[in-house]
C-alpha cells in the first residue's frame, strides 16, 4: 500500500507542471442571461399572480439581445418561441423563428426580415392543422387632392389625410404626390390587376405588396415635377400625433409614432406593412414654400389577408 501511495503522489508531482503549462480557458465575455416576465398582453410585470410567460435573453452593454431570444410559457416553462430580436418593445424579429402552443404543437415557423415575415412562413392552428392565407386588394383611400396654401399666407398649409384601413389588412400601397404650383399636373387609377401573384401562396406578403406598389406607380401619367417641393409630411396610425401636426405649424414631437417621416420628397410610390388590428392611418403633409401654393395627390389601397 505504501508503495502504490508513493507511485501516486511521484505521478501527481510529475505531472504538475504540465499541468501548469497549459493554457488557461478564455474568459467568458457573454453576458448573463436576463429572465423577463409578462403578462398575457405581453406587458412587462414584476407581479407573480399576473406571469403568463417569461422570456431568458442575454444582452449587451446597450440593451441589445445578443443571440437567441427565447420565450416559455408560465409556469410550465413549456417553449413559445424562439429566435433573434433586432429590438424589443415593440418586439422585431430577424432570421429563422418558431413559435410552439403550450401543448407543444408547431404555432408557426418562417424567416423574418427587419420583423416582416418572407415567403417561407408557415402557421398551423393547435390542433396542428395548417393555415392556409389568401389576398386581395381594396381602395383604402381612392384618389384625393387637396391644396395646401404657402407658409406665410393666412390659409391653413397643412393637410391630414384620414385614410380608414379595411379589417384583416396587413398592408398598404400608397402613391404620395406633392407638386408646387405651376408644376405639370398629375393623374393615375389605382385598379390593380393581382390576380397572378394572388395565386401563388408561396410569394410573400412583402412581395406581394412590393409588386402593387410597383403596379401603381406604372399606372402614372403626366408630366414630372421639374424641381422637388418643399414639403415634409408623415404618415402615423396615432390620432393625437395627427392633432399635434395640425397644431404646431406642421411637426409630429410625439416618439415612435410615424411610419414615415419624409422631407422635400416631390413623389413617392412604396409598400407599407402595418400592424395588426389598424383601422386608421393619417397622411399629415405640411406646405413650406413661403410664397408658393403646394397639391398633394394621394391614394392608398390596401392588401386584405384572409385565412382559413
Known sequence: MVKRYSFYLLLLVTSLPALAQRPKPAAVTSP???TIYFDRDWERTE???EVAYARIARHDASGKTVGSVRDYFYPSWKKQGEGKLLSESPDVLTGLCTGWYENGQLNFRGTYVKGQAQADFKSWREDGREIKCRYSTQDALPISTATMHCSNCMHLSRKVFEVDIPEGAVGIMYKLDVRDEGQPPITWTTALSLAGAMSNPATGTM???????SKIDK???GGAPTK???CHWYITPDAEAAQQFLDTKGYITKPNVCYKAEQNTPTETKSLAIK???RRLYVCVNNDNYTT??????SVTALVQACQ
Open 219 to 221: 399606372q402614372t401619367t
Open 207 to 213: 412581395a406581394l405588396m412590393s409588386f402593387a406598389a
Open 293 to 298: 401654393d403646394a397639391t398633394a395627390t394621394l
Open 32 to 34: 448573463p442571461a436576463d
Open 276 to 278: 395588426p388590428g389598424t
Open 47 to 49: 407581479t407573480l399572480e
Open 228 to 230: 422637388s417641393t418643399k
